[in-house]
Each structure stands twice: as structure tokens, then as C-alpha cells.
Nanobody
Framework: QVQLVESGGGLVQPGGSLRLSCAAS????????MGWYRQAPGKQRELVAR???????NYADSAKGRFTVVRDNAKNTLDLQMNSLKPEDTAVYYC?????????WGQGTQVTVSS
């Protein structure tokens, strides 16, 4: 069974940085697409950044230039480095893995950007 465990959330001031980490287990293939999504209160879950099987990345417009997604295939982890954080980045951040028609989600980690 695929399991995803996120860590690294917390409270940060505007302009600050956080690094989220997602550790995947239960899969022998480290090349499945993985990504980070977020959901703010009262809003739908949205893509933040995704790494495809071939290693290509895509980012939400709101994340471009501020966030960087890093995949370590040897460790089967997916990190999200977030810089220049804004209050509107406040949300629960979820790690996602795609395996065929199945999508797996972590439990989420809260990121709060506030002074």
C-alpha cells in the first residue's frame, strides 16, 4: 500500500521560507508522477507543483519564481522549497502520487503565513 508522509509545515512570517518534505513508501517504482497540492479554507484543492515521470516539472502561476520542487528518486522523496511566502499561501499542503488511475494523498501539513 502506498503511503505518503508530509512534514515541514508551520507558522512563518510574510517573506519567509519553509521547506516541505514528502516521503513515499509502498512502491518499488520511484518514477511515478508526484506533486504538491494545497487547499485553503473554503477553496478547492489546487496544484502547486508537479514532477512528471520524465522529470519535467510544472508549477502553478502563483508558485513560479518562488517555489521549487525537488525529487530524490533514490530516497523516494519530494520536497517543496517555498520562498517569499505570502499570506495567501496559507493552506494545508498535500503530497500526491499518481499510479495509473489511482491517486494517493498524504495527510497534509498546515502552512500558515502571518505576522
Amino acid at each position: 500500500q502506498v503511503q505518503l508522509v508530509e512534514s515541514g509545515g508551520g507558522l512563518v512570517q510574510p517573506g519567509g521560507s519553509l521547506r516541505l518534505s514528502c516521503a513515499a513508501s509502498g512502491t518499488t517504482n520511484n518514477m511515478y508522477p508526484m506533486g504538491w497540492y494545497r487547499q485553503a479554507p473554503g477553496k478547492q484543492r489546487e496544484l502547486v507543483a508537479r514532477v512528471a515521470s520524465d522529470g519535467t516539472t510544472n508549477y502553478a502561476d502563483s508558485a513560479k519564481g518562488r517555489f521549487t520542487v525537488v525529487r530524490d528518486n533514490a530516497k523516494n522523496t519530494l520536497d517543496l522549497q517555498m520562498n517569499s511566502l505570502k499570506p495567501e499561501d496559507t493552506a494545508v499542503y498535500y503530497c500526491n502520487l499518481e499510479r495509473g488511475f489511482n491517486r494517493y494523498w498524504g495527510q497534509g501539513t498546515q502552512v500558515t503565513v502571518s505576522s
